[in-house]
Nanobody, 124 residues
Framework: QVQLVESGGGLVQAGDSLRLSCAASGRTFSIYVMAWFRQAPGKEREFVAS????????DYRDSVKGRFTISRDNAKNTLFLQMNSLKPEDTAVYFCAGFEGWVTSTQRYSYKYWGQGTQVTVSS
């Protein structure tokens, strides 16, 4: 089992950048496929980005490609999401999630472990 705690959210203006972090504790971090999801008010939780156990493979939703970068530091048990050129439509609570596996997934039900979320608000 792994415990996940997100940080780094905040209120920014359109065009600004933020870097989210997700600290993991418990079992060896490198056995988990990891991802970021987000949920805006009144909307379903949606996939943002995923990363393989080694970090060699990543996947993104179309609307964030070229602006967001997911990465991980297995030595420090930490997942990151670098968000550049933020837009008001990126406003949401961002969650990190993980599961023990080999293949990344964009599906919410694949992920067993979830953090509590961190709020990102982008003003226009």
């Amino acid at each position: 089992q792994v415990q996940l705690v997100e940080s780094g959210g905040g209120l920014v203006q359109a065009g600004d950048s933020l870097r989210l972090s997700c600290a993991a504790s418990g079992r060896t971090f490198s056995i988990y496929v990891m991802a970021w999801f987000r949920q805006a008010p009144g909307k379903e939780r949606e996939f943002v980005a995923s990363i393989s156990r080694s970090g060699s493979m990543t996947d993104y939703r179309d609307s964030v490609k070229g602006r967001f970068t997911i990465s991980r530091d297995n030595a420090k048990n930490t997942l990151f999401l670098q968000m550049n050129s933020l837009k008001p439509e990126d406003t949401a609570v961002y969650f990190c999630a993980g599961f023990e596996g080999w293949v990344t997934s964009t599906q919410r039900y694949s992920y067993k472990y979830w953090g509590q979320g961190t709020q990102v608000t982008v003003s226009s």
